[in-house]
T-cell receptor, first 112, second 116 residues
Framework: DTEVTQTPKHLVMGMTNKKSLKCEQH?????MYWYKQKAKKPPELMFV???????INESVPSRFSPECPNSSLLNLHLHALQPEDSALYLC???????????FGNGTRLTVT | GENVEQHPSTLSVQEGDSAVIKCTYS??????FPWYKQELGKRPQLIID???NVGEKKDQRIAVTLNKTAKHFSLHITETQPEDSAVYFC??????WGGGSYIPTFGRGTSLIVHP
């Protein structure tokens, strides 16, 4: 069981589709993250939302856009993705930026 | 940007042996160093962590040591078991994105294989 809930578990989408990944935590954590993980690679941080401020990895293309409706939710909107965007997308939360990361089970994304 | 280097990339041991994985970091302001274990097809999970005001921490068969002067920290697993087989990632809070913003940055991972 995980305290960070991600939906959906699997997603297959075409390059013209628009979809969203959802992430929710109820631990009262002040920081939430989106990571992208390719096979046999470490998680790569895409976005951080902490203390009402969004930080962005400048190497992440604009076809990925985060949304934080409230302190418990951090969604990731996907638009016009490319096949190379296929990966495991992991959401995580932590009490603050110097505390353990609690990961969700991830969304396995395939772009066709 | 700031890097977290991790070695080795693959480590193969016999059951009962010890395993050591090492990481180095470059930002002297980093002060939190967690280790995560990721089994195949699963999410990373914290196994142990250490803060910069401590030199060593132990939890049963797992220990972590930190040398702030040399900027390196290591994971030690004793009496390895087949269920220890997984990918292990070190991490450190680094200013990889600049602007004084600290983010958790992962090493490239070590695939540990424990042979029965």
């Amino acid at each position: 069981d995980t305290e960070v809930t991600q939906t959906p578990k699997h997603l297959v989408m075409g390059m013209t589709n628009k979809k969203s990944l959802k992430c929710e935590q109820h631990m009262g954590h002040r920081a939430m993250y989106w990571y992208k993980q390719k096979a046999k690679k470490p998680p790569e941080l895409m976005f951080v939302y902490s203390y009402e401020k969004l930080s962005i990895n400048e190497s992440v293309p604009s076809r990925f856009s985060p949304e934080c409706p409230n302190s418990s939710l951090l969604n990731l909107h996907l638009h016009a993705l490319q096949p190379e965007d296929s990966a495991l997308y992991l959401c995580a939360s932590s009490r603050d930026r110097n505390s353990p990361l609690h990961f969700g089970n991830g969304t396995r994304l395939t772009v066709t | 940007g700031e890097n977290v280097e991790q070695h080795p990339s693959t480590l193969s041991v016999q059951e009962g042996d010890s395993a050591v994985i090492k990481c180095t970091y470059s930002d002297s302001a980093s002060n939190y160093f967690p280790w995560y274990k990721q089994e195949l097809g699963k999410r990373p999970q914290l196994i142990i962590d250490i803060r910069s005001n401590v030199g060593e921490k132990k939890d049963q068969r797992i220990a972590v040591t930190l040398n702030k002067t040399a900027k390196h920290f290591s994971l030690h697993i004793t009496e390895t078991q087949p269920e220890d087989s997984a990918v292990y990632f070190c991490a450190a809070s680094t200013s990889a994105w600049g602007g004084g913003s600290y983010i958790p940055t992962f090493g490239r991972g070590t695939s540990l294989i424990v042979h029965p």
